[in-house]
């Protein structure tokens, strides 16, 4: 991961004397693809430090959704208080947000005992009552894609994005249950220890929109091999979510519609970021194995699809 932000140990001191923190040693979490992490050996135990690259309101968005979490006891990272009671602070005019380590590892490759693990950790957050402050589009669909539509870019590119987009809006449900998404469901944001999920990490895109839609994006993000969607790892992952959760049928007929935009949302948000805003050569092309997976979603008859994943 890019670190974004770069901190002196003075300057991570002085963050972390806010929480009563004395850092004895820290180092740069190399992972993730939006903020700036460290890692941070305290008086206390080991403590996450994240600078936020995302816009102010969307970091409070998830520092109260943490605190919620907490109450219904959802395997989470659990936000540290401040002296004053807050857990959201800000440095360099950026939101900064602290939480203990948690212990675990990520598994690149999930196979289906763990896709189905998944599956009912996304139905248990789902089940969790959604707050009226949470915005109700996804931060793909609110400002990324507005952004990456006024990109003089590949024109082909940018013509078959939103064609696919513009069909998947016109075909999907507006009646479609709403809840609590997490929005960002891929292998790095889910951790695990002895074979069991352990947590689902960065709530950053945490909004109030279609329900479906998760499982969309965890299908895109735990269930494909290169550009390829595992039905196998689909079926585990929906047999898990509906151990807690049964999905209405107007869900089932939109998954696979949710699976491609999902994709086709992680693509503009990949050219976006790596073309765009932070340029990186070498992911400069990243963008385009989620425009492979959007084809492949789309390719799949839909009978065939539904028989094999809910049969």
């Known amino acids: 991961m890019a ?50 690259e995302i816009e102010p309101t969307r970091a409070a968005y998830m520092s109260k959704v943490l605190t919620l979490l907490e109450k219904h006891e959802f395997p989470a990272p659990r936000p540290q208080k401040m002296a004053n009671g807050e857990v959201l602070t ?39 009552p959604v707050p009226d402050y949470l915005p109700d589009k996804h931060s793909y669909i609110e400002i990324t894609y507005p952004k990456f539509m006024e990109q003089e870019i590949d024109r ?74 595992v039905i ?15 999905l209405e049928e107007i869900e089932k007929d939109s998954l696979q519609l949710c699976i491609e935009w999902a994709a086709i949302l992680t693509s503009t948000w990949r050219f976006w970021k790596y073309n765009i805003d932070l340029p990186e050569k070498d992911k400069s092309e990243k963008y385009m194995q989620m425009v492979s997976i959007a084809k492949n979603a789309s390719a799949i008859p839909k009978e065939e699809f539904k028989m094999a994943v809910f049969s």
């Open 3 to 52: 670190q974004y932000t770069k901190l002196l140990e003075n300057e991570i001191q002085e963050i972390m004397g806010r929480y009563e923190l004395l850092v004895t040693r820290y180092e740069p979490i190399e992972q993730g693809a939006g903020n700036s992490n460290y890692l941070l050996n305290t008086n206390q135990g080991k403590f996450v430090l994240t600078i936020f």
């Open 90 to 128: 800000k440095y360099q005019e950026k939101s900064v947000l602290v939480k203990p380590y948690i212990t675990g590892y990520i598994e690149s490759e999930i196979d289906v005992n763990k896709a189905k693990q998944v599956g009912t950790a996304i139905a248990k957050l789902h089940e969790i």
């Open 156 to 229: 082909n590119y940018k013509t078959w994005v939103g064609q696919r987009y513009n069909y998947i809006i016109e075909k999907l449900p507006s009646q479609l249950p709403v809840g609590l998404v997490h929005g960002d469901i891929f292998y790095d944001n889910v951790l695990f220890e002895d074979e069991n999920l352990k947590a689902i990490l960065d709530f950053e895109d945490v909004s109030r929109i279609y329900k479906i839609y998760d499982l969309g994006m965890a299908v895109v993000g735990i269930c494909t091999e290169e550009t390829n969607i």
């Open 232 to 246: 196998k790892k689909v079926r585990a992952l929906i047999e898990g979510y509906q151990e807690i959760r049964l």
